[in-house]
């Protein structure tokens, strides 16, 4: 499966914030939208940087007294890896595995066109695991159509 077609399966709206955002703004989104992470997009509409939980939570470890004061430019990553279209959910896998992360946006002529979650892949590789069970079964049960 490739990652277009993941996301043409599962078409969601990806919730966003600007980089002056302050962190308990990040927050309510976050909690609001039950995500794990947030791209930052400039105004312009370019991303930035993606600010996630495990960003805030350091922040807030690091300065418990003000972490209220920073933005989520101020904590995001902005060193990206990203993936296209066009990549298989197991090149994908191999992304994150390799490099410990958690989200990956997906660019397309230089815009941001999807983000893929861990819980993404995971679940596209359950549903083509029943798929093929499934059809295994029916082989091995003489019920199959082919």
């Not at 990203?82 to 990549?87: F, L, M, Q, T, W």
């Not at 679940?123 to 093929?132: R, S, V």
Request: charged fraction near 25%.
């Amino acid at each position: 499966m490739t990652v277009r077609e993941l996301l043409k399966s599962r078409p969601r709206e990806i919730v966003t914030i600007k980089p002056s955002a302050a962190l308990p703004d990040a927050m309510a989104l976050m909690l609001e939208h039950k995500v794990g992470c947030l791209p930052v997009l400039s105004g312009s509409g370019d991303l930035l940087g993606i600010l996630d939980d495990k960003d805030i939570f350091r922040a807030i470890y690091e300065h418990q007294d003000d972490f209220a004061k920073y933005t989520a430019e101020q904590w995001m990553t902005a060193d990206l890896i990203i993936g296209v279209p066009e990549d298989s959910l197991s090149y994908i896998v191999g992304l994150m595995v390799k490099n410990i992360i958690r989200y990956v946006p997906i660019m397309e002529k230089q815009k941001m066109i999807g983000l893929i979650s861990q819980g993404d892949v995971v679940k596209a590789q359950m549903k083509h695991m029943e798929i093929t069970n499934r059809y295994l079964k029916m082989y091995m049960e003489g019920t199959h159509l082919g």
